[in-house]
């Protein structure tokens, strides 16, 4: 009866997890749906938009770097709708801004809204991280491919909302309030941080197997003193750069693949938004695919077969002249990409004790790359075209093939027979 209830509490937790990944990606994706309407509302220029759209930015990275101390501190459940509800009312003063034309609201919601999108990611990629720890399987990927079915949810929803002359307003504040709704509904089936089984194989660990519950949720939490340490981690670092390189061909692709297409092949803007698609659902379908690749052949040996599909992904898509192949290119593109940010989010929480602090330094490190990157890209193009500064990405992304050890687990990961004996 016991293991029952343990299965069906384990269930649940495991579908919340994917239903925070989903709202996630449907609350972030309708803003970015709507971003035409707030340029028309504003009157403001492309150079405008885009440093007005780095204020979310800005926040994330302010945030970031505190979300493994706040998450140890109120619990992977309370974070993430506290932070949730933060999102939404940033977003919520931004659309007011919008509607009043002043653009210094914009970006105070703005803000706020990118500090509750940054720690809410962090928190629930823990959450994940003890639920993948409980299962014994590599389920991250899945969580992550929930996140990206949100977005093309909500692009879609916004797209709809958008042709059908929704104010942008109305729109925004329903989503908003749907999305803190079913978050405050998710994070009631979440696993305490101490539910999951203790990994490490470091000092101390055998003080951490004599008491998982306090060794892995201390009882004051961590101080800022422990998210300095954790910035000189070795290991942590290096898994960082695997999340940076990710990261980058991520965001690059978001950011430039269809224009790239558009400007390279001289084709129209619907080709573009083709080979946009092409990418998302490869990376998409990856991540679907992904815990049976990972459970089969291990962290690092798909985290060097990814990296090896982005490179050849991207150099085909920016040095083969013919269309039909280069959209090949952006599926291996996409298919490199999937996979080694959530592997990164896993390796950082292989040590529960640990967990929520160097979840939160491979975070920032990652979205750091994720938001400042495909701006650097741009100005490369400048000089050289977007297809040929999209080959740039091969650097970052073969430091990340060189470094693909530091994720191999502390431990090896449970097996599902053995949590059922």
Request: charged share 10%; aromatic share 8%; proline share 5%.
């Amino acid at each position: 009866m016991h293991h029952d209830l343990d299965a069906r509490r384990l269930r649940a937790a495991t579908w919340a997890v994917f239903g925070v990944f989903i709202a996630a990606g449907f609350g972030m994706a309708t803003w970015a749906s709507r971003i035409p309407a707030v340029r028309d509302g504003l009157d403001f220029s492309q150079g405008q938009m885009g440093l007005l759209l780095l204020s979310a930015s800005i926040g994330s990275l302010c945030a970031l770097p505190l979300s493994g101390m706040i998450s140890s501190r109120l619990g992977a459940g309370r974070t993430v709708l506290t932070f949730a509800v933060v999102s939404s009312i940033g977003f919520a003063v931004a659309c007011f801004g919008v509607d009043a034309g002043e653009h210094v609201w914009v970006r105070v919601g703005l803000f706020f809204a990118g500090v509750g999108v940054g720690v809410w990611d962090a928190a629930m990629n823990l959450e994940g991280a003890v639920v993948e720890q409980r299962l014994g399987r590599a389920i991250m990927p899945r969580f992550h491919a929930a996140f990206s079915l949100g977005t093309v949810a909500g692009a879609g929803a916004g797209a709809l909302a958008a042709w059908a002359h929704v104010p942008l307003t109305p729109h925004l504040l329903t989503v908003q309030v749907v999305d803190a709704v079913a978050v405050a509904l998710c994070v009631r089936a979440f696993l305490p941080a101490h539910e999951a089984g203790p990994t490490t194989s470091l000092p101390g660990a055998q003080d951490a197997l004599a008491d998982p519950a306090t060794a892995v949720e201390p009882a004051h939490g961590h101080t800022l003193k422990d998210t300095l340490a954790t910035w000189r981690e070795p290991r942590t670092l290096l898994i960082g750069l695997i999340v940076m390189a990710a990261a980058l061909t991520e965001g690059a692709a978001n950011d430039w693949v269809g224009l790239a297409t558009v400007d390279g092949f001289g084709t129209g803007d619907g080709v573009g938004a083709v080979a946009l698609a092409v990418f998302l659902v490869a990376m998409t379908v990856t991540r679907l695919a992904g815990t049976t690749l990972i459970d089969r052949y291990g962290r690092v040996v798909v985290l060097r077969a990814s990296g090896a599909a982005a490179i050849v992904g991207v150099g085909v898509f920016a040095l083969v002249p013919n269309l039909p192949t280069a959209l090949v290119g952006v599926a291996l593109w996409g298919a490199g990409a999937g996979l080694g940010f959530p592997m990164g989010m896993s390796a950082a929480s292989d040590d529960p004790a640990r967990a929520a602090l160097r979840v939160s330094v491979v975070s920032t490190i990652g979205y750091s790359a994720f938001f400042v990157g495909p701006a650097l890209i741009g100005f490369l193009a400048e000089v050289t075209g977007y297809r040929l500064a999209l080959l740039v990405l091969a650097l970052p992304v073969a430091v990340g093939l060189v470094v693909a050890g530091a994720a191999r687990p502390l431990t090896p990961v449970r097996t599902a027979s053995t949590l059922d004996g």
